[in-house]
T-cell receptor, first 114, second 110 residues
Framework: DTEVTQTPKHLVMGMTNKKSLKCEQH?????MYWYKQKAKKPPELMFV???????INESVPSRFSPECPNSSLLNLHLHALQPEDSALYLC?????????????FGNGTRLTVT | GENVEQHPSTLSVQEGDSAVIKCTYS??????FPWYKQELGKRPQLIID?????GEKKDQRIAVTLNKTAKHFSLHITETQPEDSAVYFC?????????FGAGTRLTVKP
């Protein structure tokens, strides 16, 4: 069981499609994260929201657009992706109240771009 | 930004032996150092962590040490078991910025 829920679990999309990844947590955490993980590689930080404000954007291409509608929800909007964007997209949350709190990961969305 | 280096990239041990994984970090402002275990096809899961005001922490067969001066931290697993086989990631955090090492694939042979 995971306390961070991601949907969908799998997604196949064409390069002209628009899709969204969704993430939800109800632990009262105030920091939420998107990571991208390619096979046999570590999670790579994409975005961090702290108190619903974008605090870190790791120079991610504009075809990835994050959104944090409220403290429990985090979305990642996808548009005009490339095949090299195929990866496991992990959402995570942390307390956000201090700088020493662990990340709680969701199970991820496995994205394939055709 | 933070840069975390992790060694070795692969580690194979016999069941019952110990395993040690080492990491270094670059940002002296980092103050939280978790370790995650990721099994194939699953999400990373926290196994142990250490904060910058502590030098060592132990939880049953797992221990972590931190040398802030040298910016080194290490994971020690004793009495390894086949179910310890997985990829292990170290990480360093400053505020809400968490960066991961490249990972160590640990194989425990029965």
């Amino acid at each position: 069981d995971t306390e961070v829920t991601q949907t969908p679990k799998h997604l196949v999309m064409g390069m002209t499609n628009k899709k969204s990844l969704k993430c939800e947590q109800h632990m009262g955490h105030r920091a939420m994260y998107w990571y991208k993980q390619k096979a046999k590689k570590p999670p790579e930080l994409m975005f961090v929201y702290s108190y619903e404000k974008l605090s870190i954007n790791e120079s991610v291409p504009s075809r990835f657009s994050p959104e944090c509608p409220n403290s429990s929800l985090l979305n990642l909007h996808l548009h005009a992706l490339q095949p090299e964007d195929s990866a496991l997209y992990l959402c995570a949350s942390s307390q956000g109240f201090s700088s020493s709190s662990p990340l709680h990961f969701g199970n991820g969305t496995r994205l394939t771009v055709t | 930004g933070e840069n975390v280096e992790q060694h070795p990239s692969t580690l194979s041990v016999q069941e019952g032996d110990s395993a040690v994984i080492k990491c270094t970090y670059s940002d002296s402002a980092s103050n939280y150092f978790p370790w995650y275990k990721q099994e194939l096809g699953k999400r990373p899961q926290l196994i142990i962590d250490i904060r910058s005001n502590v030098g060592e922490k132990k939880d049953q067969r797992i221990a972590v040490t931190l040398n802030k001066t040298a910016k080194h931290f290490s994971l020690h697993i004793t009495e390894t078991q086949p179910e310890d086989s997985a990829v292990y990631f170290c990480a360093a955090q400053n505020n809400n910025d968490m960066r991961f090492g490249a990972g160590t694939r640990l194989t425990v042979k029965p």
